[in-house]
């Protein structure tokens, strides 16, 4: 009796902390009740996606041997039952795996909640909307969720030339909000093209920037992208009694003083935590949409850096970010 064999697909695999990636065959997962599977076109790199390899991040951790990446932008395959909205052949996108047991997005095929993705802009190609997904459900969450930025708000984003940072900005602006950002004197025509005032971290102190672009009343909005020392510097740049600072990256002991003393509000973002608990996750999918939204109506795009990656140079491509030569988000292109 003949039996076929099941299907495989080719995937970048990690089998050890810090050590290499290695392009081979393994079974292609089935969808199953409220799962898509998707023909991954593009990976998205992320900061964070290093850290996982890393074994650096103990609140993203992922036990290995496995398949990494967040991020992926595809073409659905097949739907499994209890799945509506969604038909082979849609191109879809999203941040769906490479953490806490999920198989990630540097494989060709990958089997993903559902409510996790959102049909991918129509004016954005496959590597451009692989770039999105972690990167703007992390501002949508700071800024919309937390923050209520709205039409006549001052936002004040550290580190606006970053992954996050460049995206919070279009982000506000879109929502209507006046926008400076912090970055290099190297990054100011960046964050500039963007609509969002430079501001150079390095060569003006936090009292300055404040006094000169607020009349010393600090922003309505700080949205930390950097953590540490930048957070602290957040608590003190921020509006009296009505101000809110949140961060991405608020892992570290702060002292709170200079926050309660000017009567402000703080909050985090953890964007892991649908993926890693299965609480949330629809609300990812909604995010997603309403960034389909914006990127259709001309008001959001990623900055891209030139490079191309497969499967066969992912660790280039995490080398760019970790050493910080990438000159924009990395993308790996899965499917030539």
């Known amino acids: 009796m003949h039996t076929s064999a099941p299907p495989t697909m080719r995937a970048a695999v990690l089998a050890t902390p810090h050590g290499p990636f290695v392009c081979r065959q393994v079974p292609r997962p089935q969808p199953a009740p409220g799962q898509l599977l998707v023909r991954i076109h593009a990976s998205g790199v992320n900061p964070l996606d290093t850290k996982i390899r890393a074994g650096a991040a103990p609140h993203a951790r992922q036990p290995l ?17 209890g799945v509506t909205g969604f038909a082979p052949g849609d191109a ?3 941040c769906t795996g490479g953490v806490g047991g999920l ?4 494989a060709e095929f990958a089997t993903v909640d559902a409510a996790l993705v959102a049909h991918q802009p129509a004016t954005l190609d496959m590597h451009a909307a692989a770039a999105l997904p972690l990167a703007f459900i992390t501002a949508w969450e700071g800024l919309v969720d937390r923050a209520r930025v709205a ?5 004040l984003v550290q580190g606006g030339a970053g992954g996050v940072g460049h995206i919070a900005i279009q982000l506000a602006r879109a929502r209507g909000a006046t926008v400076y950002a912090t970055c290099t004197a190297a990054q100011a025509d960046d964050v500039r093209v963007l609509g969002a005032t430079p501001i150079d971290h390095r060569s003006t102190p936090v009292a300055d920037y404040v006094a000169q672009h607020t009349g010393g009343a600090g922003f309505d909005i700080v949205f930390d992208t950097v953590g540490g ?12 009694t009505s101000g809110h600072v949140v961060t991405a990256l608020g892992w570290g002991t702060h002292d709170l003083a200079p926050l309660s003393f000017r009567g402000a509000t703080y909050s985090g973002v953890f964007t892991l935590l649908p993926l890693l608990t299965g609480q949330g996750r629809a609300h990812h999918g909604e995010i997603l949409r309403a960034a389909t939204r914006l990127a259709d109506a001309g008001l959001l795009r990623p900055r891209l850096d030139p490079g191309r990656h497969t499967l066969e140079t992912v660790a280039q491509a995490h ?8 000159r924009g988000k990395v993308v790996v292109d899965v499917r030539g």
């Open 65 to 81: 041997p496995a398949v990494l990446g967040l991020d992926l932008a595809g073409t659905v395959e097949a739907v499994a039952g």
């Open 92 to 94: 879809v996108y999203g």
């Open 103 to 106: 198989q990630g997005s540097l």
């Open 151 to 155: 039409s006549g708000h001052q936002v």
């Open 229 to 240: 020392a930048v957070l602290d510097a957040s608590f003190l740049a921020v509006r009296r």
């Open 319 to 326: 080398a760019l970010v970790t050493d910080r030569k990438a």
